[in-house]
Nanobody, 119 residues
Framework: QVQLVESGGGLVQAGDSLRLSCVAS?????MAWFRQALGKEREFVAA????????TYADFVKGRFTISRDNAKNTVSLQMNSLTSEDTANYFC???????????????WGRGTQVTVSS
């Protein structure tokens, strides 16, 4: 069973940057970040493969967020720039044996880290 631990959330102002990290107990094929705002469904943010480092982004974060991985540390990071109040949500790290943007394809989930952006 893959265990995932997120860190790096916090309270920032609009326009600021924040870096989230997720440490995995072991690697699966794909790691992803999802987010869930209060009263909304969980949505895909970005995904990356451990092998090859291929990435996929949700349209609303392209050019602002960057997902990366450090294979030596089993860590996946999400660099978030130009944050807006719309980015306020609980951000979850997830692992899957397939490559997908569908949360139902992800078997393992972290507990989440809250990101709050004040305008």
């Amino acid at each position: 069973q893959v265990q995932l631990v997120e860190s790096g959330g916090g309270l920032v102002q609009a326009g600021d940057s924040l870096r989230l990290s997720c440490v995995a107990s072991e690697r699966s094929r794909t790691m992803a970040w999802f987010r869930q705002a209060l009263g909304k469904e969980r949505e895909f943010v970005a995904a990356i493969t451990w092998i090859g480092g291929g990435t996929t982004y949700a349209d609303f974060v392209k050019g602002r967020f960057t997902i990366s991985r450090d294979n030596a540390k089993n860590t996946v990071s999400l660099q978030m720039n130009s944050l807006t109040s719309e980015d306020t949500a609980n951000y979850f790290c997830a692992a899957s044996r397939v490559y997908s943007t569908d949360p139902s394809s992800y078997t393992y989930w972290g507990r989440g880290t809250q990101v709050t952006v004040s305008s």
